[in-house]
């Protein structure tokens, strides 16, 4: 009977092991999702952000599937190993993340410095605009464009300091495109004057 009450001891104990649910792995996914999270990955490193949410989701269904079952017969291997895929799969979107963040931020520093660029020339094209009878209005409509680039390079800066750079290449991109719209404008006010 001795003999016979061991292995089934042994059994029961290694099912015992299986069916509790691995609590500190899956916090320990929770926060590695969490910093992820906080270091923008979502903006900054999309695609092992998604890895990352990809492994939560599978790691919740597992989860979820273990507790549907009766508990001798759960088992919390997979979602160990899921915990694990999520924690290291997060931990690279914040690696990625700072990273994405670093070339963002060298990138939207040229941008600016071209807006500014493209901006000086639009004020420079307004004082060369050709004046006279029936231009007031045109002038009029052209030195409200050049304001409100102003306005966009003063929220492109603000984004800037902010840390939001992709925000901040988008108001510099902004203020390239509008300050050449102006710029084209004159130009081709100047050609019409001409011929006539």
């Not at 807006?115 to 060369?128: C, F, G, H």
């Not at 009029?140 to 984004?159: F, P, R």
Request: with cysteine; charged share 30%.
């Amino acid at each position: 009977m001795k003999n016979g009450f061991l292995p089934v001891l042994v059994l029961s104990l290694a099912f015992a092991g299986c069916a509790q649910s691995p609590v500190a792995e899956i916090d320990g996914a929770k926060q590695a999702l969490d910093r992820a999270r906080e270091s923008q990955a979502p903006d900054y490193a999309p695609e092992a952000w998604n890895a990352a949410n990809d492994a939560q989701s599978r790691l919740d269904a597992e989860l979820d599937a273990q507790k549907n079952k009766t508990s001798l017969f759960r088992s919390y291997a997979k979602a160990k190993d899921l915990a694990s895929e999520v924690k290291t799969s997060a931990e690279r979107a914040t690696e990625l993340a700072a990273a994405g963040k670093d070339k963002a931020k060298t990138e939207a520093a040229a941008l600016m410095g071209q807006a500014r660029d493209e901006y000086a020339l639009a004020n420079k094209a307004l004082t060369s605009a050709p004046h006279g009878k029936g231009t007031e209005a045109d002038l009029a409509s052209l030195k409200g464009g050049v304001t409100s680039i102003d306005a966009t390079l003063a929220e492109m800066q603000a984004a800037f300091d902010a840390g939001d750079y992709i925000m901040a290449k988008t108001k510099a991109q902004a203020a390239i495109d509008a300050s050449r719209e102006v710029v084209k404008e004159i130009e081709t006010a100047k050609a019409q004057r001409r011929s006539a």
